[in-house]
């Protein structure tokens, strides 16, 4: 049975950066965002050097020519014996022991590595030197010899047939590697996967060749430009449209299409509307929305999210919800909504790591069923590796998902230079506290000073003049020197200065 055809993606591309929305039944659900100056390097192969390695973490620094050396663990490096049915579209492994990593590597060797993540906030890349290199329908793996199915192909005969398939197309084209059967291999034929295989076993050649001539730090392969990997990656049977509103990526998408799937050619087309594509299902005004801490629910209720470099946590609360009946069906229902919501927003702000929820408290044991459900369901529809836990005794579902890039809000925003990223600022009655302890420290340290002027922003000199009048008063006379303020209208509500005259 088909899926339905309900998704559309819309690429926006201009000079400085390029924009991919996923939207499903209206409403946008993942955002990709790649800039021309700061592009992403997951998937990219360098042939790198090692400059440090550290027993004690098990991991090595490689140099592979970033700002920042890269990280490689024990567990990510070679060499690794892939064993039974492999499960993934990502090409890792099982090890059958897992060796120190001064027995892989050693300081000053070149080697040949791949990112795993980019560089997040101030940790380098995330490397590994078991390498794959996706196409459309296969993963390849040149490092192996090991044939592996999606674990999202949950057909058992599907999954023979194509080992099989893969195994014999190996054998006829004489096809050295491994291979992956991505998900959207699950309905291709077998003249679809050969021309993969024979693409995938051309590329790596011409990529083994570099690498062997090229001088370390240097990049060997670099993984398709967004557009182009959006097509790969994201195009399956439930999308009806792909929309490009720039002519020349339309071009190039489209041939690339012809090349690897010309099923998919029809869909593609040139969006020339006057109008900017991402206004067609309101995705700026989606995109604003996600950048907030607060996340509204239909029924009245909203989420809280926060993240932070450890964690992200996502509050449920029922606002203004306050049911029909009683308390237990209000906090199932809003419950219920925030599984969905909670799913949607991990996509949409691409939440990585540990995210802790922090679902209403609920007593009626087949109401954290369904909502478990409505969260797992949710969490199906997303590409990227995720896990989720049962409810804790404390109430929270604790959900890991993949982190390969940076979220949303780290590309989008930066830390307030006032608040160095707590979202918070002191009150004005801190700050005037504050000012009467500076102004009693310099007064018994400069006794001689004939005056003592104030800088600060509005709202503590008008807090100064009007709440607390009388201590400055007080402590003028207690200093025995006027205290003169003035308003420095650039300065935030946490800034001030104590000038001697």
Same mark, same amino acid.
């Given at each position: 049975m088909n899926p339905p055809k309900n998704e559309e993606i819309l690429i926006n591309v201009t000079p400085q950066e390029t924009r991919v929305a996923i939207v499903e039944n209206g409403v946008l659900q993942e955002l990709h965002i790649e800039r021309l100056d700061a592009k992403g390097i997951v998937g990219n192969i360098y042939k790198g050097k090692v400059v440090r390695v550290l027993p004690g973490m098990q991991a090595a620094f490689v140099e592979i020519g970033l700002a920042r050396t890269a990280f490689l663990h024990a567990r990510d490096a070679r060499p690794m014996i892939i064993t039974g049915d492999k499960n993934s579209e990502k090409g890792e492994g099982e090890t059958s022991k897992e060796r120190p990593i001064n027995e892989l590597v050693r300081e000053g060797q070149t080697i040949l590595v791949q990112a795993l993540k980019d560089p997040i906030g101030s940790k380098g890349a995330r490397l590994t030197t078991e390498i794959s290199i996706p196409s459309r329908y296969l993963v390849y793996l040149p490092h192996c010899d090991m044939v592996g199915i999606s674990q999202r192909i949950s057909d058992e005969t599907t999954r023979e047939d194509l080992r099989e398939m893969i195994q014999t197309l190996k054998q006829e084209k004489n096809c050295t590697g491994g291979y992956i059967a991505r998900t959207t291999?699950?309905?291709?034929?077998?003249?679809?996967?050969?021309?993969?295989?024979? &693409?995938?076993?051309?590329?790596?050649?011409?990529?083994?060749?570099?690498?062997?001539?090229?001088?370390?730090?240097?990049?060997?392969?670099?993984?398709?430009?967004?557009?182009?990997?959006?097509?790969?990656?994201?195009?399956?049977?439930?999308?009806?449209?792909?929309?490009?509103?720039?002519?020349?990526?339309?071009?190039?998408?489209?041939?690339?299409?012809?090349?690897?799937?010309?099923?998919?050619?029809?869909?593609?087309?040139?969006?020339?509307?006057?109008?900017?594509?991402?206004?067609?299902?309101?995705?700026?005004? *989606?995109?604003?929305?996600?950048?907030?801490?607060? &996340?509204?629910?239909?029924?009245?209720?909203?989420?809280?999210?926060?993240?932070? *470099?450890?964690?992200?946590?996502?509050?449920?609360?029922?606002?203004?919800?306050?049911?029909?009946?009683?308390?237990?069906?209000?906090?199932?229902?809003?419950?219920?909504?925030?599984?969905?919501?909670?799913?949607?927003?991990?996509?949409?702000?691409?939440?990585?790591?540990?995210?802790?929820?922090?679902?209403?408290?609920?007593h009626v044991k087949s109401h954290q069923n369904q909502v478990l459900g409505a969260l797992e369901r949710g969490l199906a529809k997303d590409t990227t590796k995720n896990n989720m836990t049962e409810f804790s005794a404390l109430g929270l579902v604790e959900v890991t998902r993949k982190r390969t890039r940076e979220s949303l809000g780290n590309l989008l925003m930066e830390d307030c230079r006032v608040c160095q990223g707590r979202g918070m600022l002191k009150t004005a009655q801190t700050v005037c506290n504050e000012i009467f302890r500076e102004l009693l420290r310099e007064a018994r340290q400069y006794e001689e000073a004939n005056m003592y002027r104030v800088i600060a922003s509005h709202e503590v000199i008008d807090r100064l003049l009007d709440e607390d009048s009388t201590h400055l008063a007080d402590l003028q006379e207690f200093i025995g020197a006027p205290i003169q303020l003035q308003v420095e209208p650039t300065y935030f509500q946490d800034n001030y200065d104590i000038v001697l005259t």
């Open positions: 291999a699950e309905t291709s034929q077998a003249s679809e996967l050969q021309q993969d295989m024979l &693409v995938l076993c051309k590329l790596w050649e011409k990529t083994a060749l570099y690498e062997k001539t090229c001088q370390a730090p240097a990049l060997v392969y670099e993984d398709l430009p967004l557009a182009q990997r959006t097509l790969r990656d994201f195009v399956r049977d439930s999308v009806a449209k792909v929309f490009i509103d720039s002519k020349e990526t339309f071009d190039k998408v489209r041939n690339l299409a012809q090349e690897l799937m010309p099923d998919a050619v029809h869909i593609i087309e040139h969006y020339p509307g006057e109008r900017p594509i991402f206004d067609l299902y309101s995705v700026e005004d *989606e995109i604003e929305r996600a950048l907030q801490r607060e &996340v509204p629910l239909k029924s009245g209720g909203h989420l809280v999210i926060d993240q932070t *470099e450890a964690m992200t946590t996502i509050d449920v609360n029922t606002g203004g919800f306050v049911g029909k009946k009683n308390l237990e069906e209000t906090v199932f229902k809003t419950n219920l909504e925030a599984a969905s919501a909670t799913a949607r927003q991990l996509r949409l702000r691409n939440l990585g790591g540990i995210i802790i929820v922090d679902f209403i408290d609920m």
